[in-house]
């Protein structure tokens, strides 16, 4: 079992985010900064990361900004709209001890399709979900606040992905506080523009 300052057991999905959306999802590269910078997070926590792609063969792969970033994370591709296929509800099991319950960091596209319906199983399989609301988006930037409102209302916790770093960390003592401050750092441009585009 994981155990890190507020959050136990944080894992990170990120919803099909492919380079056939580019153009088409409001905010669109705004998502893909925040995805990169939570990937470092997870890098730097050694946090169990997952990501989708929507049928590849028809809609290609991932944005290559995140491919350096997935080399330890599980890739997966689906049909189904939730993230939570039958593959990835067993890798997620296997994941921790005894099946212990998840605290899983969301972001991605649609929010109001599959990054939706990947909250709601979540939750319904018994998991803590954290919407990073300045790291999910949709085709119409209207459906955006509706969908957050849903999955805030169904028991997520809608945050940001600065306060989940925090909230992760939960204590400046760990070894690891000087490279995540160097990443808030770093990301503090891309992070501004994602929270004024998204939110």
Same mark, same amino acid.
Request: aromatic share 6%.
């Given at each position: 079992?994981?155990?890190?300052?507020?959050?136990?057991?944080?894992?990170?999905?990120? *919803?099909? !985010?492919?380079?056939?959306?580019?153009?088409?999802?409001? +905010?669109?590269?705004? *998502?893909?900064?925040? @995805?990169? =910078?939570?990937?470092?997070? +997870?890098?730097?926590?050694?946090?169990?990361?997952?990501?989708?792609?929507?049928?590849?063969?028809?809609?290609?792969? /991932?944005?290559?900004?995140?491919?350096?970033?997935?080399?330890? @994370?599980?890739?997966?591709?689906?049909?189904?709209?939730?993230?939570?296929?039958?593959? !990835?509800? @067993?890798?997620?099991?296997?994941?921790?001890?005894?099946?212990?319950?998840?605290?899983?960091?969301?972001?991605?596209?649609?929010?109001?399709?599959?990054?939706?319906?990947? *909250?709601?199983?979540? /939750?319904?399989?018994?998991?803590?979900?954290?919407?990073?609301?300045?790291?999910?988006?949709? *085709?119409?930037?209207?459906?955006?606040?509706? @969908? /957050?409102? %849903?999955? %805030?209302?169904?028991?997520?916790?809608?945050?940001? &992905?600065?306060?989940?770093?925090?909230?992760?960390?939960?204590?400046? =003592?760990?070894?690891?506080?000087?490279?995540?401050?160097?990443?808030?750092?770093?990301?503090?441009? &891309?992070?501004?523009?994602? /929270?004024?585009?998204?939110?």
């Amino acid at each position: 079992m994981v155990l890190r300052g507020r959050i136990n057991n944080p894992v990170l999905f990120v *919803c099909d !985010l492919q380079e056939k959306f580019r153009t088409a999802i409001y +905010g669109f590269d705004k *998502c893909v900064l925040t @995805a990169q =910078k939570l990937l470092k997070v +997870g890098q730097i926590l050694q946090i169990p990361t997952y990501a989708t792609t929507q049928l590849a063969s028809k809609l290609g792969p /991932l944005v290559p900004e995140l491919h350096p970033l997935l080399v330890n @994370a599980k890739v997966l591709d689906k049909s189904l709209f939730s993230m939570m296929t039958p593959e !990835l509800r @067993a890798r997620l099991d296997e994941d921790g001890d005894d099946g212990e319950k998840k605290s899983v960091a969301l972001v991605g596209i649609e929010s109001h399709i599959c990054v939706l319906q990947t *909250c709601l199983d979540l /939750l319904a399989a018994g998991h803590e979900v954290y919407v990073v609301a300045d790291g999910v988006s949709s *085709c119409n930037r209207q459906e955006v606040p509706v @969908a /957050l409102e %849903r999955m %805030r209302r169904e028991g997520a916790v809608v945050t940001t &992905s600065e306060s989940w770093m925090y909230e992760v960390m939960g204590d400046a =003592k760990i070894s690891e506080f000087r490279q995540m401050v160097g990443l808030v750092r770093e990301s503090k441009e &891309s992070t501004t523009l994602a /929270l004024q585009s998204l939110l």
